[in-house]
């Protein structure tokens, strides 16, 4: 598997972002809140909103590095667009317990945005 982290694996534009606040399904983490939306490539792409909320540059930077290395070393195995907005805890938060609020959090929210996508279709 890939452990690279390469532009296309970025989500970059905001029509996307946009895309994925409004179709997407939003799911709380103790540290973040993650965006998921299905998308048609065949690979994720993450996408990081560290907002001035967050901090200085400095901090919303290293927010957007350990973002980044979440997603690399742990990247769904599904198309999917992931949008993370990192809480003031975020930057601060041992590892161990990013990657498992990471973990859920993804894990919750492909689960909700599939079962939207099954309920659409029944519809």
Same mark, same amino acid.
């Given at each position: 598997?890939?452990?690279?982290? *390469?532009?296309?694996?970025?989500? /970059?534009? $905001?029509?996307? !972002?946009?895309? +994925?606040?409004? &179709?997407?399904?939003?799911?709380?983490?103790?540290?973040?809140?993650?965006?998921?939306?299905?998308?048609?490539?065949?690979?994720?792409?993450?996408?990081?909103?560290?907002?001035?909320?967050?901090?200085?540059?400095?901090? *919303?930077?290293?927010?957007?590095? /350990?973002? $980044?290395?979440? !997603?690399?070393? +742990?990247?769904? &195995?599904?198309?999917?667009?992931?949008?993370?907005?990192?809480?003031?805890?975020?930057?601060?938060?041992?590892?161990?317990?990013?990657?498992?609020?990471?973990?859920?959090?993804?894990?919750?929210?492909?689960?909700?945005? *599939?079962?939207?996508?099954?309920?659409?279709?029944?519809?």
């Amino acid at each position: 598997m890939r452990q690279t982290f *390469r532009p296309g694996d970025r989500i /970059r534009k $905001r029509r996307d !972002f946009v895309k +994925a606040y409004e &179709a997407g399904v939003r799911q709380h983490g103790r540290f973040m809140t993650i965006f998921v939306r299905p998308n048609a490539l065949p690979a994720p792409r993450l996408g990081v909103s560290a907002t001035k909320k967050l901090g200085s540059a400095v901090v *919303r930077n290293r927010a957007k590095r /350990r973002a $980044r290395e979440l !997603f690399r070393r +742990a990247r769904p &195995a599904l198309g999917v667009d992931l949008v993370i907005i990192p809480r003031r805890e975020f930057v601060s938060a041992p590892y161990d317990q990013l990657e498992a609020d990471y973990h859920a959090a993804v894990r919750k929210g492909i689960a909700r945005s *599939r079962a939207r996508a099954g309920a659409g279709d029944a519809g």
